[in-house]
């Protein structure tokens, strides 16, 4: 199918991308932009304002905001720690002074990947668990979160009309009846979910919306990065032995997405004037990929979390481009 975003759908709409680094905050801030929107892009690696980050990775908030422009959005990055209130506080009076509100609110903010650790790690019982490791990744998944609402959501909800995105992975009904790595994973993507849900409903009564989207098998700088591929030759990775001295990606990486889906997903909510019906829902990005119609950056749909709760937990089998 052939799909192309409105880069004027959100013109002159402000949105703040909490996490915008890389991953799917940087997917978020490039689809907004796509859609014309100005877009504040915070984290804490920046090549002008650096602050220790728990990845030390190259990503900077200067290029996300430079892609954002590319776009035909305007894009403006801001170091921040949000797990920092005052550097937080800061950051809305910054907006305040220069845009006066906000239009749309990301909490993307993660920066715990090293911390879960990976398959090996995985499953460890929590008596068993590094409690300061486990203690950390709270903090970076929901007190970050926590922190940037208190801060901003008052240049939200100042007038009617605004949205809230709370980035996690899995959904509520998924992630209620599933264990998820560790119950220190575990705690943290419910919890976010549930922030989404509370916070809708303290913002229903100010004409805002909250949602929860989780994407798929995302296809991060860092996921990349482990199976030795790039965006261009990802499917390389699902080839034992394609690229030397990498691992063969899982079956699942078939159904992977780049992170400018989700972005979509969050743009199209944005575009939304409608989007009240989905308060305090917990969305994935291929379920708002069907609703709205948007595709990847390779024009798909990907699926994920449809395919393995219809084919892969039960143990069936189907052909994998049916969920693309």
């Given at each position: 199918m052939?799909?192309?975003?409105d880069?004027?759908?959100?013109r002159?709409?402000?949105?703040?991308?909490a996490?915008?680094?890389r991953?799917?905050?940087?997917g978020?801030?490039?689809?907004?932009?796509?859609?014309?929107a100005?877009?504040?892009c915070t984290?804490?690696?920046s090549?002008v304002?650096?602050?220790r980050?728990d990845y030390?990775?190259?990503?900077?908030?200067e290029?996300?905001?430079?892609l954002v422009t590319?776009l035909?959005?305007?894009?403006?990055p801001?170091?921040?720690?949000?797990l920092?209130?005052?550097?937080?506080?800061r950051?809305?009076?910054?907006?305040r002074?220069?845009?006066?509100?906000i239009?749309?609110?990301?909490?993307?903010?993660?920066?715990a990947?090293?911390?879960?650790?990976?398959?090996a790690q995985?499953?460890?019982?929590v008596?068993?668990?590094?409690?300061?490791?486990?203690?950390?990744?709270?903090?970076?998944?929901?007190d970050?979160?926590?922190?940037t609402?208190?801060?901003?959501l008052?240049l939200?909800?100042?007038?009617?009309?605004?949205?809230?995105?709370?980035?996690?992975?899995?959904?509520?009904?998924?992630?209620a009846?599933r264990?998820r790595?560790?119950?220190?994973y575990?705690l943290?993507?419910?919890?976010?979910?549930?922030l989404?849900?509370s916070q809708?409903h303290?913002?229903a009564q100010?004409?805002?919306?909250?949602?929860?989207?989780?994407?798929g098998f995302l296809?991060?700088?860092m996921m990349l990065d482990?199976?030795?591929v790039r965006?261009?030759?990802w499917r390389?990775?699902?080839?034992?032995?394609?690229?030397p001295n990498?691992?063969?990606?899982?079956?699942?990486f078939?159904l992977s997405?780049s992170?400018?889906?989700?972005?979509?997903?969050?743009?199209?909510?944005?575009?939304?004037?409608?989007r009240a019906?989905w308060?305090?829902?917990?969305?994935?990005s291929?379920q708002?990929?069907q609703e709205y119609?948007?595709?990847d950056?390779?024009?798909?749909?990907?699926d994920?979390?449809?395919?393995?709760?219809?084919?892969r937990?039960?143990?069936?089998d189907a052909?994998p481009?049916?969920?693309?």
């Amino acid at each position: 199918m052939s799909w192309s975003p409105d880069g004027a759908a959100l013109r002159g709409r402000v949105a703040v991308v909490a996490g915008a680094t890389r991953g799917a905050g940087r997917g978020i801030a490039a689809a907004l932009g796509e859609a014309g929107a100005t877009v504040v892009c915070t984290g804490r690696t920046s090549s002008v304002h650096p602050i220790r980050s728990d990845y030390q990775r190259a990503e900077t908030i200067e290029e996300t905001a430079d892609l954002v422009t590319h776009l035909g959005g305007t894009g403006i990055p801001i170091a921040v720690d949000h797990l920092d209130p005052d550097q937080v506080h800061r950051l809305a009076e910054r907006i305040r002074e220069d845009h006066g509100h906000i239009d749309v609110l990301v909490n993307d903010i993660w920066g715990a990947e090293k911390l879960k650790g990976g398959p090996a790690q995985w499953n460890t019982p929590v008596w068993e668990h590094d409690l300061d490791t486990g203690l950390r990744i709270l903090r970076l998944a929901i007190d970050t979160h926590l922190i940037t609402s208190h801060h901003l959501l008052p240049l939200l909800v100042d007038q009617p009309g605004g949205l809230l995105v709370e980035v996690t992975d899995g959904t509520a009904d998924y992630n209620a009846s599933r264990y998820r790595i560790s119950v220190f994973y575990d705690l943290a993507k419910v919890a976010v979910n549930r922030l989404a849900f509370s916070q809708g409903h303290e913002l229903a009564q100010h004409g805002a919306t909250s949602v929860a989207i989780t994407p798929g098998f995302l296809r991060s700088e860092m996921m990349l990065d482990n199976f030795g591929v790039r965006e261009e030759n990802w499917r390389d990775a699902l080839s034992p032995g394609t690229v030397p001295n990498y691992p063969p990606a899982p079956p699942d990486f078939v159904l992977s997405e780049s992170p400018r889906y989700v972005g979509r997903a969050v743009a199209a909510l944005a575009a939304d004037l409608k989007r009240a019906r989905w308060n305090q829902k917990s969305v994935t990005s291929g379920q708002l990929a069907q609703e709205y119609g948007f595709t990847d950056v390779d024009d798909s749909q990907p699926d994920l979390w449809r395919f393995v709760e219809e084919i892969r937990e039960p143990g069936l089998d189907a052909d994998p481009a049916d969920y693309r």
